[in-house]
């Protein structure tokens, strides 16, 4: 099967990646296809079918879901990663971790619980009656 790419402004867009730079608030979800980098301050839920990175400044109060995740500063709330969860040594998560693969440095820290190899998809239909 092909790889189907969507172009903007002669853009490969699927090669973009998102950032909510260091110094920037947001309240809200937020929802890509892509990449996404958070090094500022968010209130909401994030769900990203790449990689979210969670810079050692960055923090987000709600739930984040993607692929992979890899968390250098503060979450508080569920964060669900499809494949791998990796938890560099700042890495501070209050709330319940869902992975198919957990990576934790040295200092990093967690309170909740902790559930890999059985991530569930974000969505899955209900069983036919």
Same mark, same amino acid.
């Given at each position: 099967?092909?790889?189907?790419?969507?172009?903007?402004?002669?853009?490969?867009?699927?090669?973009?990646?998102?950032?909510?730079?260091?110094?920037?608030?947001?309240?809200?979800?937020?929802?890509?296809?892509?990449?996404?980098?958070?090094? $500022?301050?968010?209130? /909401?839920?994030?769900? !990203? &079918?790449?990689?979210?990175?969670?810079?050692?400044?960055? +923090? =987000? #109060? %709600?739930?984040?879901?993607?692929?992979?995740?890899?968390?250098? $500063?503060?979450?508080? /709330?569920?964060?669900? !990663? &499809?494949?791998?969860?990796?938890?560099?040594?700042?890495? +501070? =998560? #209050? %709330?319940?971790?869902?992975?198919?693969?957990?990576?934790?440095?040295?200092?990093?820290?967690?309170?909740?619980?902790?559930?890999?190899?059985?991530?569930?998809?974000?969505?899955?239909?209900?069983?036919?009656?």
């Amino acid at each position: 099967m092909a790889k189907q790419t969507t172009r903007f402004n002669g853009e490969d867009t699927s090669q973009l990646i998102n950032i909510l730079s260091d110094g920037t608030k947001i309240k809200g979800d937020i929802i890509s296809n892509g990449d996404i980098r958070i090094d $500022g301050e968010m209130v /909401g839920n994030l769900a !990203a &079918k790449g990689k979210v990175v969670i810079g050692e400044h960055g +923090k =987000i #109060e %709600g739930q984040v879901q993607a692929n992979n995740i890899e968390v250098s $500063g503060f979450i508080k /709330g569920k964060v669900i !990663a &499809k494949e791998l969860l990796n938890m560099k040594s700042s890495a +501070k =998560i #209050e %709330g319940d971790i869902s992975a198919g693969k957990l990576s934790v440095e040295p200092g990093a820290v967690f309170t909740g619980t902790c559930s890999m190899g059985t991530a569930k998809p974000a969505y899955e239909p209900e069983a036919a009656k």
